[in-house]
């Protein structure tokens, strides 16, 4: 079930493109960013099951697609003679990123407990934002 809310909610990306041309590729990024931390802190902080659950995978799900399609054309523009390129190293990096850090979210889990894990989390989504990925934008 919060694969299909956070799915569904995803399809809101299809506006990322327009939102850039108003706010600029950076701050699309930036705000991304943190529809993927906020719910990650969140859920740190509920004790629980919490009416939170189902809104916070809806927005971490419209953060995903919106950063995955900053992302995808940013690396298409990096790579200008051959987009597609740019568009396969980011694919390929997305794929490497869920893998690992489904690992260390289960290895912190384990160690740390889940409120402690997610906010490490939200806390790498947040210092992210210091890479933006395009220049002076």
Known sequence: MLWLVSGGAGIAGVFTGALAAHMGWNRVYWLALLCMAAPLALLALSHGYSGWFIPAAALCGVGYITLSGVLLVCGASATAQAPATGVGIVFFMLATGQVAGSVVFG????????????????GLALLIMLLPPTKGA
Not at 111 to 117: D, F, I, P, Q, V
Request: hydrophobic share 70%; no cysteine; net charge neutral.
């Open 107 to 122: 290895q912190l889990y384990g160690l740390l407990g889940a409120a402690l894990s997610l906010w490490i989390f939200a």
